[in-house]
């Protein structure tokens, strides 16, 4: 690990000389090989966007395939080419698309597009810094990801198609290439693209955490922290501490593969023929993936829980309710996060009393949980609301939440659990409460921080519209799911039509494909906001939300370094929405408490 | 090279920013290290597990490795001293055992070969594979130690290295001592579990 090699550019201080400097950078220093946090943040978000299309993409072709089992898709050969065999999609490539979609959305899109580009562009304007830790490091970060990414893109185009053993890769049947196509180079690809990744994310969370400890400026506290930031200082965390843990199985899992050992193998017999791995046990790498397995949930959904913090109390015009009973739960989930991971394996034989300990534990997370609902409706609660498109995905993002938490709280039950185990209920649950709810989070944060990316302002008109195209989607997809996997639906079968108890549903099935593409089809008005703003948008200011914190005391678009002067001073919390006797209705984070005499609250009289 | 970008900030945790990302590089290598010997217990508590004796020469690598770590105690506190010419020879001293630790745990797995003791294969038993892993794990860490080490003796050579320029040899001290503490928690762990 050579450190020395992490150099900052000292330039970056002198923030005069440096203007003139940063003219003269070539449109790769600039644009591509850029150390600048700000345009990291935008590589992440595109590559995040880019992602979300094609895992979105594979999805809708799967829910193709479950809503009209009997239709012939002869007219997806131009796309899938040899996948569709005389109109239906081959079986094995079906398993290699939820795979995939799962990988792609948990890892590529709601890791590394949310956390990449959050953290990135919000840590060092939120605590008050020119850039992050190490730029160097940072750059690193994003093109070992770039480099997973295409790695993990070129094996949904090799000839025995990507991995297909489900996003979680169990063995033995993703070590073993003879018992499916795509555990043969598909999976090679898959954990090599997966190593990479793991260490494109120690690299970003060891920078996040080094700049949100060391990098904040004078007078942010822990405790004037935003929400966001202590958010995202805990994903990282949680990244620094999980991801080594799914290195190494990912690298026990590539010598069982490649080097004939058998951590994970023993007594196999495939057509008949007896294999020589011995002595190894398949649960032993269920341990180890969940325990990163777990933790990475709350990798997606806390960046999320921060983002919409933030833009609730901004859009409420009302402080935060319970700042610090926010960072505590933040804290409680994050350290919860490390011993509920069994939950994950009620069936797989273990020990009931284990399995009664890891749900008492996974059941305490509703706790904090509850906390942080709580208190997103107490600061929702008689606010002065202003419906901004982003505003309307957090609060969508709360309800998501909540529809989905509630049904966690089922499924931690280990009795429940041995019904419901990989149904269409656990299908509902997690995209709910982490799938749809994190992506809720992704576009509350788009929306908002817009204006500071780009220089302009997205269209709200078509913003409302593409809420609530797809707020209605994600519930008309979901609930139903619930249902089916009450009934005892397994998730990840190719077709049900044969099992006399499913077809009932064939209905159900039916409507939920529909859903699911008029949800997709409405992810296209977001990408044509998007774009068509980045270019043409209505002209931004440098505070059009009337926030407090202190990204938008910086010029519409900040350059090099962020903030053209000095550093600002931080004074006081980041929530002094509405506050009685002020002449605005927010106080930025940066007005000393002596300019606001008239408002200040008698324990605030000292610092004036 | 030395990150001044805290300068004007508020520099609350008054510790460099790069020897607090060496510290966190530091503990996700301990997170791996804990994944494998965790996984090392578990299985092994499944039974079908090969008992078989450690090669004896582990034992001089890890007093090797403890030697090494004095040497590069040596280098830093004659860095402070600015007695460069000790600086260099302690350094190439570091350099010089680092390599003889690697060397001696190569004979380690030739003696494992030569008692059947298979990394993977049909003779294979985790048992086996598992000490494979973590001595070839543990070696690589040593390799980008190794690496760290040759950039600083480099940079002692043309005089980079002394009591005001401090930053670099602190971090290898510190990641080469981390190396060294690792080795010696693995050779315990396989010592107490085999």
């Known amino acids: 690990m050579a450190s020395t090699d992490l150099s900052i550019n000292t330039d970056v201080h002198h923030a005069h000389e440096e203007h003139e400097e940063h003219h003269h950078q070539n449109f790769f220093e600039k644009y591509i090989f850029s150390q600048d946090h700000k345009v990291i943040a935008k590589q992440f978000l595109f590559m995040g966007i880019m992602w979300a299309f094609i895992g979105g993409f594979l999805s809708i072709l799967f829910r193709m395939q479950l809503g009209w089992p009997e239709a012939t898709y002869t007219f997806l050969e131009p796309i899938l080419g040899g996948w569709v065999t005389n109109g239906k999609i081959d079986p094995e490539f079906y398993l290699a698309m939820v795979t995939m979609h799962g990988t792609i ?17 919000l840590i060092p304007l939120q605590i008050g810094a020119r850039d992050m830790a190490s730029g160097f490091m940072n750059m690193l970060s994003f093109w070992i990801f770039f480099l997973a990414s295409i790695i993990m893109l070129s094996s949904l185009f090799i000839e025995t198609g990507p991995a297909a ?43 996040y955490i080094t700049t949100v400890i060391n990098l904040r400026t004078r007078g942010m506290s822990m405790t004037k922290l935003p929400l966001t930031i202590w958010a995202l200082l805990l994903t990282a965390i949680l990244g620094v501490l999980s991801f080594p843990v799914l290195f190494s199985a990912a690298l026990l899992l590539i010598f069982d593969r490649s080097f004939g050992t058998s951590f994970f193998l023993s007594d196999i017999y495939i057509a008949g023929e007896a294999l020589a791995h011995s002595g190894g046990t398949p649960i032993l790498f269920q341990h180890l993936f969940w325990f990163l397995g777990h933790p990475e949930v709350y990798i997606v959904i806390l960046p999320a829980f921060g983002i919409v913090s933030e833009v609730i109390a901004t859009n409420s015009r009302k402080p935060i309710f319970g700042y610090r009973a926010m960072i505590g739960s933040l804290l409680g989930i994050s350290v919860l996060s490390f011993v509920v991971w069994a939950h994950h394996m ?11 300990v890891f749900m008492f534990l996974t059941l305490i997370i509703a706790v904090p949980s509850a906390v942080k609902v709580f208190n997103w409706l107490a600061t929702l609660w008689r606010g002065n609301i202003r419906f901004t498109t982003a505003m309307l995905f957090a609060v969508g993002f709360v309800s998501l939440f909540i529809s989905g938490g509630l049904t966690g709280i089922i499924l931690g039950n280990s009795a429940l659990d041995i019904q419901l185990h990989d149904t269409y209920f656990v299908v509902a649950h997690f995209h709910l409460v982490m799938g749809a709810a994190a992506f809720f989070g992704m576009f509350t944060g788009v929306y908002h921080w817009f204006p500071k990316m780009f220089g302009r302002m997205m269209d709200e008109k078509l913003g409302a519209v593409h809420f609530w195209m797809t707020f209605i989607a994600v519930y008309l997809v979901f609930m139903p799911m619930h249902y089916i996997g009450i ?21 159900l099935n039916t409507f939920i494909s529909l859903a699911a593409i008029i949800g997709f089809s409405a992810q296209f008005i977001f990408l044509f906001n998007f774009i068509y703003s980045i270019l043409r948008g209505r002209r931004a200011t440098e505070n059009p939300w009337h926030s407090n914190t202190l990204e938008w005391t910086t010029p519409v678009l900040p350059g090099h370094g962020n903030w053209p002067g000095p550093l600002p001073t931080v004074y006081r919390w980041p929530y002094d929405y509405s506050k009685p006797g002020a002449p605005e209705d927010y106080i930025p984070q940066t007005v000393p408490f002596s300019q606001t005499q008239s408002s200040n609250m008698p324990q605030e009289r000292d610092l004036e | 090279m030395v990150a001044k970008i ?14 607090f990302a060496l510290w966190l590089i530091i503990i996700s290598i301990i997170m791996m290290f804990a994944a494998f010997t965790s996984a090392y217990i578990v299985r092994r508590a499944e039974g079908n597990w090969l008992e078989f004796d450690l090669p004896s020469i582990l034992a001089l690598n890890s007093a090797i490795i403890v030697l090494s770590s004095i040497t590069m105690q040596l280098a830093y506190f004659s860095a402070k001293k600015n007695n460069l010419g000790t600086l260099k020879m302690m350094l190439l001293l570091t350099v010089g055992l680092g390599t003889a630790f690697l060397i001696g745990q190569w004979y380690a797995w030739g ?29 690589f860490h040593i390799i980008t130690g190794l690496i760290f080490l040759l950039i600083v003796l480099a940079s002692s050579l043309r005089y980079k290295i002394h009591s005001k320029k401090m930053l670099r040899i602190q971090l ?23």
């Open chain 1, 105 to 121: 959305m948990i890892f590529f899109v709601l890791t590394a597009g949310l956390s990449g580009t959050f953290a990135n562009f």
């Open chain 1, 165 to 207: 053993g489900g996003w979680t890769v169990y063995p033995p049947l993703s070590a073993l290439p003879q018992a499916i196509k795509g555990s043969g180079t598909g999976m090679t690809l898959w954990l090599i693209s997966m190593a990479l990744f793991i260490v494109s994310q120690l690299l970003a969370g060891i920078n």
């Open chain 1, 346 to 356: 009620f069936v797989t034989g273990m020990n009931p009393f284990l399995g009664s």
């Open chain 1, 487 to 507: 009934a005892g639906f397994p998730r990840r079968y190719y077709a049900w039509t044969g099992f006399e108890s499913f077809n009932t549903f064939t209905d």
């Open chain 2, 6 to 19: 805290n300068e004007d900030a508020n520099d609350a945790a008054g510790v460099h920013p790069l020897k």
């Open chain 2, 111 to 139: 003696d494992l070969v030569q008692n059947n003791i298979y990394f993977g294969g049909s003779g294979a038993n985790p048992a086996g594979s598992f000490i494979y892993v973590l001595t070839g794990v543990h070696g």
């Open chain 2, 172 to 194: 290898c001290t510190i990641y080469w001592h981390f190396l060294g503490g690792l080795w010696l928690y693995l050779y315990f762990f396989l010592l107490l579990n085999h």
